[in-house]
Every structure is written in C-alpha cells, then in structure tokens.
C-alpha cells in the first residue's frame, strides 16, 4: 500500500486494509450509511481538508493518528478467487464444528458448585451425541479468577477448583477417544497480578522481569490516583494503570487491575509464550483460542488516545493497541516457534480418532503438524482479518469478527431487538468481501454476550414455541453458511437471557465495576442495574440445565452463579427425549454437515441478497452436488424464490415446499437437475 499522508484523499483511506475497516466501523458505531463515504464528494476531499472542515467534530489529531496507524500497515491481503467458489487447502479445522464449554458452569463433579474436569469428562458421550468436532475449554490454568480464569497465575498448572493435571490427561485421551479434538484459551495479552513473573516485576522493577510488563516511574498523588502515564481507559472501567506501591511504579492494565499486560515487544516474553503452547501441544492439545491476541502489540512510547476515538470507540487508546504496529510479525513468530511441531517435538500422549462421514471412528490421525490458531479479536474488521487469517499470512487460522453480535448503532449494553435481516446482511457482506484465500470463524455467542435468541425476541423469548422456531433458524445459519461454526453451551437448548432482579445476581467483574462507576456517577440502583442488564456477561455464564430439577442437575452443591429459569421443556434430558427439540435440529444439522462435503468445502451462493426476511444460498459441492438452504427471518409469512427447483427436502420445519415460507420457515433441500 502507497503511505499516507494529509494530501491524500478520503477514498485513499478507504482503499486501505485497515482504513476500510476503520471507517466501517465508525460507520457501524454511528449507524451512519456507508453511502456518505462512496460520494465523490467526501471520497476526494483531501485528509488535510478534513482536518481543518471537521476541526469542530473530530477534534485536533485524529488524522495524523490515522494516517500514522495505516502507515504502520502497508500490507494488503492476498487477491483470490471468490470464496464463493474455491475453499482453499483442506483443513479439519475448516470441516470441524467447535463447541465451546464454559467449565465454572458446565458439570461440577464434586458439590463444590464449580464446573469442573471430572464434570466434563461425565459429559463426553453427550458431546460426542450431538457430533461436535473440538472441544474449546475456557480458562482451567491456575487463577485467582478475577476474571473468571482470564487471569492466568500460571500456564502450566491446572486451576485447583478445576481438577489436576491428571484430569486434564484423562480429559484430553477421553476427547481424542471419541473422535473430538479439544483446545485449550491462552490469555496471553496479559497475566494475573499474581503471576510469579509480576511478582518478581514488582520484587525488582528495573531487573529482567520488570520488561516482561508495562511499568513506568510516576507519582502516585496522595490518594494514588496520580498522573498515571497516559489516558487509556481500562475495558473494566476507570483508567488502564495502576499505582504499584512496592514498585513505585504505573503498570498497564487493559482489562482488570488484576491483570497485567505483557510487553510482547521483550522478545524474552515471546519466547516464554511459545514455551507454553509447546508444553501444551506435547500434552496431545489441538491448539488455542488466543485471547484479546490483537492487542498484544503497542505503539511504541504509548502516546495518548485520541479523544474523539475515545468518545467513539468508549475506550480512549483503543487506536494504539487494537492492531499495533508488530502484531503480524509477532503472531508469525508465534506460529512458528510455538504451533509448530518441530522435527524433534514430543510425540503427544494421545491424538484424536479419524471420525468418518458416517459418524464412525477410525485408528488415531498423526499429531497435526500446526496447532490451530484462532485468534479473539476484537474489534478487527473483515480486512484486517483477512491480513491476521489468510492462508499465505503464516499467522492465526481464522478470527472472530465481533460485527455480526451488534448492528449499526448498537453497542452490547443497549437493550433492542437484533433484527435477523442483519445478520443476512452481514453475513452476506462478509462472505461477498473475503477470497479462497480466507476461511471465516461463525459464532453467534460466547461467555462474554447475552443469548442471541433474547436479543431477537426481547421478553417473548419466553415464549417456548417462538424461543424453538427462532433457535432453529440461527442453528441453519450458522451450521449451512461457508466456514466454521463456535456453537456455545447451551445453544443446543436455545438458551435464553436470564431473568436476574438487582446486582447481587450477578459475579461479573466487568458488570460490578460498570455498575460502580454508574453508581459513582449518579445512577439510582434500579436505573444502575437496568442498564447493565442487558449487555451482562453473567446472562451467558450460569450453569447449563441437565435435568428438570432444581438447579438443572448442574452440581449436588450451591452453584457459583444462580440461574433464574425454570422453564420447562429445556433441559437436556428433555430436549435430548423430544425428537422434535432444537438439540436434535443441532444433531441432525451437524450430521448433515459431516455427510455433505457442499457444506463444508463447497462454493456459496446467495440467492435474493437484497430481499429483506427471504435469507437463502445454494452450496455446490466441487463434484456438483447442491443444496439450496432457505430461511425465513421473520414471524410473518414471506415469498418464496425459485419455486420452480426439483428439489427434495432434507431437513425443514415443513416437508411441502410452498409458494410462500411460513413464519420462521427453515428448509435445506437437495436439488435435482
Ligand atoms: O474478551 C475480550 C472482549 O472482547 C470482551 O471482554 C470485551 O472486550 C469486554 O467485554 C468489553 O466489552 C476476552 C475474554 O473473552 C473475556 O472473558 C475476558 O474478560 C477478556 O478477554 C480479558 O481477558
């Protein structure tokens, strides 16, 4: 890419990797139309003109921080031929559908009301019966879990409360055994305060482990609220520092004041990482889920955020680490000298089970010579997860794209309905936008946001029969559409939002601190609580519902978190019991899946892109064989296109193929001729 500079036009900008995804990001925040941007009129104007018409909006600096950010990013992602034909090299990880466990709130073994291993080992065979193909753990290393386990004490040692090292052994084996690949989630942005490195850090500010960090001399001012170093805003509110007395020392914190980021530049601190993914792999894991991995490169002096990013974004200093300077070289590095089985590696204790399109299994695959690479990123828009993804990168594998959970103008904590045309629409954009070159990661939930169905149907989500027909219609998309499907807990049951009453309900730090800080700012306790209830962590995160008891059969003990629902005809037993349930249209989909090669290899084809409600593609697999999946997105009937297919109807939530698609209407057919 040409550098930038203040002669250089607004469509410049646009026709840069990480200036798109800016500007479509600020469009997306604002929920202003991309079209202002297309006009000739705004695309010419100069970067220097800008500066000086929009002084009064924008605010002094915000172009020369964007002209320096895109100049830190001359690359620009491969060209290749559409995504909607060639799917590229093959890769279990492009034909496996990932489910992640939340492991504080899936089965506890022992009555102390944590999740634990021994639980989720007692939970193999259902995971196996609904077909998942890995296994994704949250945290299980050693925690003072501040942050529910996102504050890592030490990489190597299994969190007590979770089990032993031994368990994790028979966890792994019991994956592999079963045909189920299992990674593990390396938070390696930051550690916990207590991590024996921070410890030493604070020991000897100045010695060797004082650079595994971000400290910096200051004066804390008599409440040790001083200056700290610059305006960075922690993601768990006030600043991103804190006043270390015993150091004498600011260090950097983007998440809790718990956790401490790693200065990624101390190529020690790389090396350290690396270990860590090679003591792992040789233990017979798959691989990572990298954890807020964009983040881990700062801009060099962390000079302030711009304060009308700030405003926008919520986050003053987001545009100095959100994509800094040496993430690609450093994710490269990472691949190399840690995912990478080296010649001389340890063979691991176990690999997992050749699974055959028809379910069976077959003798142990060798050990894969990379570990899968999935990187949390949030933020990253669809180019710059082209350039962190992109089979010629030598970086991540694939990474989550945060825009699909909000539409333009939403953020998490808004309380609206998400209107499923977006997700057509986005869906649609992304796959338009990426080539064979690119492979996309599908979620729709994780522990960090509400239920997707709650946020369709708001109150009615109580409602059993709109809750089942609008979890289907997320299950077809997300299970049919081009690449790999993260389904979370729950989703198999068509979870929904919980309905907690005060604060007291809930353990999340970022929902206290937000709540506090709302508190500090006037807010009553009701209005406090109401506006954090809609976006709260905790919705995602209360135990699953085995059994239709009390508590769900999720432990003999008093759970960590209480769940608030007791609707009937969602649990486990009876969803597994109900041939008819969404746990079976999640089995039926996910064989179906594993049955087809359309599904997973084959091209993409949207048919009606601009009709609103009418959601529906073909998938032709490279030997011809074509599926037409349709979805209706509304609870309104809705016209039907190509009525005129032979087609055979595999799997619907009706068997006659009409003129018009009933409310909420999904079919996946197979096509003749
Ligand atoms: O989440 C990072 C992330 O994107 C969200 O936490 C989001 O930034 C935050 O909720 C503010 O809106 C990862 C983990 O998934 C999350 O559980 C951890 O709390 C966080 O990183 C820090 O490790």
Redesign the pocket.
Known sequence: MARLDRKSRVRDVYAHPLGRDIIDKLLLHTGISPRWILNPVAGNLRLGRLDQVGRRAIGPGFVDTLISLLNDHPDEPARSESAGTSAGEPAWWKEAVFYQVYPRSFQDSDGDGLGDLRGIISRLDYLQDLGVDCVWL?PIFDSPNE??G??IRDYRRVMAEMGTSEDLDELIEGCHERGMRIIL?L?V??TSAEHEWFRSAVDDPDGPYGDYYFLRRGEPGEDGTGAPPNNWVS??SGSAWRWIPDAERWALH???PG?MDLNWANPTVRGEVAEVVQFWLARGIDGFRL??INYISKRPGLPNGNEFIGRLMEFTGIEHYYVGPQLHAYLRELRRRGFTRGADAVAPSSSVRLRLPDGTLGDPLPPDPVGVMVG?T??VGIEIGRLLSGADRGELDMVFN?DVLEPPGKV?WDDYRYDLNYLKDFSEGYLDRIGSNDWIALFLE???NPRMISKVLGPDDHDPGLRTAVARVLATIQLTLRGTPFLYQGQELAAINQDFTSIGDLRDL?SLNRYAELRSNGATVGGAFDEILP?A?DHARVPMRWEPVDGGGFTDGTPWLHGVEDSTGFTVAEQRADPESVFNWYRDLIRLRRQHEAFTYGSIEFVAPGARDYFAWFRTSPAGDRWLIEVNLADAPVQRRNGSLRVEVKLGTTTRRGVTMAPYEVMISRVFG
């Open positions: 949250s942050d529910m996102y504050d989630d938070v942005n930051h993601f768990f983007l998440f809790g956790q954890d807020v949390e949030p933020g945060f998490r994780n522990h960090d970022e976006g962590r």
